[in-house]
């Protein structure tokens, strides 16, 4: 019995190591109507007005996401080419097709670029705002809709339900349908993360040596994951948002 133990043993490591991988979301940016922002990384997750939402994967093919917040689901498929198609379903029957506007790696520099560009000009913008359809209008409001934005007041009859006759666009809120409310950008100010060079200049400090960086994403609200290659191998470094190296380990070893 101990003669076919290793064998055995070595035969279902292969079966681990040769199972084919698992396709996941593609990147997009996607616009949807009523002025809906949508954005995925690769691999997941997905946003819908800057919240995350649940993803539920069917196939290798289709995707689900649904913002219990919004009550907004996206159906999320891949034509042939690997090019991304996006609709929506949302309270009170809404639908549609979206706008996809970015995919593919340029586009993910692109939208890195545009993603501090906004942190910036959102920065400057009130966290409280009353906005208000008249004649039943759609009217656009300057705000910071970074993390969740809520009603907290009623001004209108009508009730204001979001995705229906009010939502949020990258650097306002909008309200159509005779919804007049006050909104407010309920989320704590976030600490901006570092950005790739000022990362990787505090894993370099930390480490003695000056590396390349490789990848750099965020872990959670907190943490930034950094892969640096060293002139001795690969690293992971984790990094908190204030620039804080918390740790710095081997992956791969140079010729290992």
Known sequence: MRRHALPLTAALLSSVFVAPAMAAVPFFNASCPGGIDVHAD???????????????????????ARDANSGITLSISSSDDGTPQISYTGRGGANGICQVSASGTPAREEHRDRRRHDDDNDAALPREVTCESTDQQQVSCDMDTRGN???????SHTRCEEGRNWGLSRHSVWVNGGCRAVFRNV?????????????????????????????QMPVGNDYQE???????GRFLCMMRNNGQVQSLTPVRRRGG
């Open 42 to 64: 690769e691999g997941g997750p997905v946003y819908v007005q800057g919240r995350e939402a649940t993803l539920k994967r069917f196939n290798d093919r289709y995707f689900e």
């Open 149 to 155: 934005v809520e009603v907290v007041r009623q001004l």
């Open 187 to 215: 989320s704590k100010v976030a600490y901006s993360a570092p950005a790739g060079d000022t990362a990787l200049g505090s894993c370099n400090m930390r480490k003695g040596a000056q590396g390349t960086l490789v990848t």
């Open 226 to 232: 950094l892969i640096i290659d060293y002139p001795e």
